[in-house]
């Protein structure tokens, strides 16, 4: 069974520019997240989206943002991006939340130069 | 953001040598995981607990759920080099229906 697959592995981004991010989860896993994860900051949790509706939200503003598509894939966006944005994020998904203990790809690492 | 609070920070341990890493909480959990990270992968689950006092193993490791359900332990035992890298604590539901992440444990295990 193939497991969660984020693309692209890895982005260079220039500071002002958007990025989208994808995320095929598990088939059947309706729940998707995504964390962001920097060395000073650890994993820290963006938003979880099931069955197309954003179910949980984290502290970040509002330049990221996400979607969940009727297949269960999901995207994530960050426009205006910063240096600061420049982390490792990661997608998750699970059956049906969080507590299932979630399944994670292996990110895309974004650089904003 | 918000993240729990795990310990040690790092360790750095002979093969065979026996390893115990903490995660603290200043609110109470209903569920407590722990994962593993190697480098340039994402986290996979190692152990789930889901009551308070719970005891469960996964081979050489074992993990408990506090009696507080503010806290949560890993045991390794008889490390051996693959077991190097870093560990998580996550606890969710409670007062916030987010999964939160703790700091992380680096292990080095020398051979």
């Known amino acids: 069974k193939a497991g969660v697959t984020q693309t692209p592995r890895y982005l260079i981004k220039t500071r002002g520019q958007q990025v989208t991010l994808s995320c095929s989860p598990i088939s059947g896993h309706r729940s998707v997240s995504w964390y962001q994860q920097t060395p000073g900051q650890g994993l820290q949790f963006l938003f979880e989206?099931?069955?197309?509706?954003?179910?949980n939200k984290g502290n970040f503003p509002g330049r990221f943002s996400g979607r969940q598509f009727s297949n269960s894939r999901s995207e994530m966006n960050v426009s205006t991006l910063e240096l600061g944005d420049s982390a490792l994020y990661l997608c998750a998904s699970s059956l049906l939340g969080m507590r299932d203990g979630y399944t994670f790809g292996s990110g895309t690492r974004l650089t904003v130069v | 953001g918000q993240q729990l609070n795990q310990s040690p920070q790092s360790m750095f341990i002979q093969e065979g040598e026996d390893v115990s890493m903490n995660c603290t909480s200043s609110s109470i959990f209903n569920t407590w995981l722990w994962y593993k990270q190697d480098p340039g992968e994402g986290p996979v689950l190692l152990i789930a607990l889901y009551k308070a006092g719970e005891l469960t193993s996964n081979g050489r490791l074992t993990a408990q759920f506090g009696i507080t359900r503010k806290d949560s332990f890993l045991n390794i035992s008889a490390s051996i080099p693959s077991d190097v890298g870093i560990y998580f604590c996550a606890g969710h539901g409670g007062a916030t229906n987010k999964l939160i992440f703790g700091t992380g444990t680096l292990l080095a295990v020398q051979p």
């Open positions: 989206y099931f069955s197309e509706t954003q179910r």
